[in-house]
């Protein structure tokens, strides 16, 4: 924070945010959010490939090192809206420099988990979910202590897939996956959410960020996506978070915290809404018990089930892999990789790389 110096007053306290994935879904919300708000400003954007032209930032980058223009940067917040495990270095940075971390990136902390831990023990920042489930948890849990908590139940809309058998799935088309029924989003994320692997991420991202263990988490399909998740508490309450799917709330939530700034959604119209809930279908969706079987085991496994995925999911979108190829690609890699911990940021992206080649293998006899 910094105290902005007009020629009026030096009452305006202005936070600099570094907006790394300036041109994806997240990051075009963020600029939105941060354009609206005069507290806040932006000091750095960062795309991986993606021209800046349209950023309006003293700082900008295209590809390279984050962990460099970070530190040029002097950001108060990170927003770290890059897609996949290429975020790792800046949830690590922001972490360990007690920089606070708006994570939208759920892939370094699926992979990371462990270290970021370590480096939030060490930096002192804060983590403020941008996950729409993680952001509703998070104002769920704030001023309740670990011992209250029975579990996590975390929402998902079931994608556009959703009530489908696996003949169904057989020769689902990329355009089909893309189509999802309640959130517009990138197109990784977007396939993520067809298979359940979004939410298997997920579920190991909520372990991480609330120290709940994977029994205490629970998934549930929940259609129109209003309500974003919820806890259930020892005495048998249960608090949820409402609100129309716009990723711009829990964005400007994480950016603003703790002040909640308004945004221009409009109130919820209670009586429109339906809120049916239902079990998720684990046989046609296998990606979902996958995650939580890496996630129990722990070590790198986490790390190789995103990186299998993040493989499989390019594949497919490349026409590369049929849909249900995804799901066997990840199995099949996380049978091979040995899972070991990894106890630095080099072991972690070894780990990465040997998931990758595996699955990069599966891929060549698919
Ligand atoms: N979209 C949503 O509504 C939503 C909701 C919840 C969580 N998330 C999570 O937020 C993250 C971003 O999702 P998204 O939907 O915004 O993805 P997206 O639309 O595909 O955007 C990804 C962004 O990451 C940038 N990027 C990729 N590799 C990079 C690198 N090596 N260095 C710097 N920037 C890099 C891309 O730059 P280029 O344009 O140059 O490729 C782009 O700006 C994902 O982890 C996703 O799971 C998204």
């Not at 939105?32 to 795309?47: G, R, Y």
């Not at 355009?175 to 999802?180: F, I, K, P, T, Y």
Request: aromatic content about 6%; proline content about 6%.
């Amino acid at each position: 924070m910094h105290l902005l110096r007009s020629a009026h007053s030096y009452t305006e306290i202005v936070k600099r945010v570094a907006l790394l994935g300036a041109t994806g879904s997240i990051g075009r919300q963020a600029i939105e959010i941060v354009e609206a708000h005069p507290e806040l400003e932006l000091c750095a954007a960062a795309s991986g490939s993606t021209p800046l032209d349209h950023v309006d930032a003293p700082l900008k980058q295209v590809g390279g090192d984050l962990t460099e223009l970070l530190e040029r940067a002097e950001p108060d917040v990170v927003l770290n809206g890059v897609v996949g495990f290429a975020g790792i270095h800046a949830t690590l940075w922001a972490l360990g420099n007690g920089v606070d971390l708006a994570l939208a990136n759920k892939e370094s902390l699926v992979a990371g988990g462990e270290l970021a831990l370590a480096a939030l023990a060490t930096g002192g920042a804060r983590v403020l979910p941008v996950d729409s489930e993680h952001s509703a948890l998070f104002q769920c849990l704030e001023g309740r202590s670990g011992d209250q908590i029975d579990s996590l139940v975390l929402t998902a809309s079931g994608g556009p897939f959703r009530g489908r058998s696996r003949e169904e799935l057989l020769d689902v088309s990329p355009e089909e996956s893309l189509a999802h029924p309640t959130w517009s989003m990138g197109p990784k994320v977007t396939v993520d959410s067809a298979t359940l692997a979004n939410k298997g991420l997920e579920l190991i991202e909520a372990h991480f960020l609330f120290g709940v263990p994977y029994e205490q988490i629970e998934v549930v399909i929940q259609p129109t996506s209003i309500v974003h998740s919820l806890a259930r508490f020892r005495d048998g309450a249960a608090i949820a978070h409402l609100g129309y799917p716009d990723m711009r709330v829990p964005i400007s939530y994480a950016l603003t915290y703790p002040e909640r700034a308004a945004t221009t959604l409009p109130p919820l119209d209670l009586t429109t809404l339906r809120l049916e809930f239902e079990a998720p279908d684990l046989e046609t969706f296998p990606m979902l018990a996958l995650a939580r079987e890496a996630g129990e085991k722990g070590g790198t496994y986490p790390c190789a089930y995103n990186a299998a995925n993040e493989v499989a999911v390019a594949a497919f979108l490349a026409g590369r892999l049929p849909f249900l190829g995804i799901a066997d690609l990840v199995a099949d890699a996380l049978a091979r990789v040995d899972g070991a911990p990894a106890g630095d940021l080099e072991q972690l992206v070894d780990a990465d790389r040997a998931a990758r080649a595996l699955a990069d293998e599966g891929l060549a006899v698919a």
